[in-house]
């Protein structure tokens, strides 16, 4: 179960985010970072920040605590920002918290050195899975805390969701975007970590992922069963994974 908060105080906007989160205090006095249902991309994105924030964490990745955030339905309205206040107030209700990480600061591909091969080599493998188009170097969703890098803003992964067709009839589709991953040309060790992360991707663990979105943005989406997300990610998962010969392919393309 992902834990629950109530909103107590929208604090601020993240004006950087192209999908407006806010800085949200909940009633545990907790900072978070809210990603609101009634935002661009929809519930959906709501449900790519759950299942490939907690796949990352799978991975031994760091990601911040993921929360679900309940929403009053008064807590706009004190907002002075018109846009800000329609998005809250049409946000009522359940939507997802990222614990906010004080004083992290986002990465720049200038700060590549501080990244372990092994590491960068596994957040491609993460991102490649996951279809994560949202880890370029002009926008890199790495954050740097206490030395490490943490892994945000998953809400443009898992994008085959969004289009009409069932997700499995595209699980093995490539996904040749890996190519703009910020990380790609640290990434000299795809071959060595792909093994060991793809037993992690279990079907058991899978299935508790996806028990973790709640079933009113299941209802939502358009998308109503789980099975097809657990189909998806088994099938990618699985040997032959042509993602990681993708991702290679694209290393050796770029001379690295
Ligand atoms: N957990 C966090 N702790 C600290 N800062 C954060 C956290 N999550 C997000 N931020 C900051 O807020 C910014 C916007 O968040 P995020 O990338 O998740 O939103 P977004 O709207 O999806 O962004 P974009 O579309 O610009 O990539 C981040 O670039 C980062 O600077
Ligand atoms: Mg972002």
Do not use: C
Request: hydrophobic residues 50%.
């Amino acid at each position: 179960m992902l834990r629950h908060v109530h909103a107590t105080r929208y604090v601020t906007p993240l004006r950087e985010g192209g999908s407006l989160p806010g800085l949200v205090e909940g009633d545990d006095d907790g900072l978070y970072v809210v990603k609101f249902r009634a935002a661009g991309q929809g519930v959906k994105a709501l449900i790519a920040e759950i299942v490939v924030g907690e796949l990352a964490r799978t991975l031994g990745l760091a990601v911040p605590e993921i929360v679900l955030v309940e929403i009053p339905a008064e807590l706009g309205r004190t907002e002075p920002d018109p846009e800000i206040n329609e998005l809250v107030t049409a946000s009522a209700g359940l939507n997802v918290g990222l614990d906010f990480l004080p004083g992290a600061l986002d990465y720049t591909p200038a700060q590549a050195g501080l990244i372990a091969p092994e590491l960068a080599s596994a957040i491609v493998w993460l991102d490649a899975l996951t279809t994560n188009v949202d880890r370029s170097a002009r926008n890199p969703n790495l954050l740097l805390w206490h030395g490490a890098p943490w892994l945000i803003d998953h809400g443009a992964a898992l994008y085959h969701q969004h289009a009409a067709i069932d997700l499995p009839a595209r699980a093995r589709d490539p996904f040749v975007l890996i190519a703009q991953h910020v990380l790609l040309p640290r990434a000299s060790e795809l071959a060595m970590v792909d093994g060991d992360l793809a037993a992690m991707i279990t079907p058991a663990r899978v299935e508790a992922i996806l028990a973790l979105i709640p079933p009113s943005f299941l209802a939502a989406s358009g998308r109503p069963g789980v099975a097809e997300y657990g189909d998806y990610l088994l099938t990618r998962a699985a040997a032959p994974r042509p993602f990681l010969a993708t991702a290679v392919d694209a290393r050796e393309h770029d001379g690295a």
